[in-house]
């Protein structure tokens, strides 16, 4: 099982509610994906309901719960591979 430290990544918002979170990666991306939990980016699982995932560019944005710290957004740079996942998996 993968590590979110295992990603390289940098912290936007940290104990955020789920509003400042979405309101956040909509600010910061040019589509956005609701994606349920269970979803993994590069092997990592995300938890929770409806979360959303940005992309702009070769960005990823995303809100990661860590248990006992609560909300983050995070910012994945150079992260194609997990664009062109998120198209190929909610392609329309």
């Known amino acids: 099982m993968a590590c979110i430290n295992d990603i390289p990544f940098e912290i936007l918002i ?3 509610t789920p509003a400042q979170c979405e309101k956040l990666i909509q600010e910061r991306s040019d589509k956005v994906y609701h994606v349920t939990g269970g979803y993994r ?13 940005g992309v702009k560019g070769d960005e990823v944005f995303f809100q990661f719960i860590k248990p006992c ?3 983050f957004v995070l910012r994945v740079p150079d992260a ?3 664009a062109e996942q998120l198209e190929k998996d ?3």
């Open 14 to 16: 940290k104990g955020a």
């Open 41 to 53: 980016i590069r092997g990592v699982a995300l938890m929770g309901d409806n979360v959303p995932v």
């Open 69 to 71: 710290f609560g909300l």
């Open 80 to 82: 194609t591979d997990i």
């Open 90 to 92: 909610f392609k329309k």
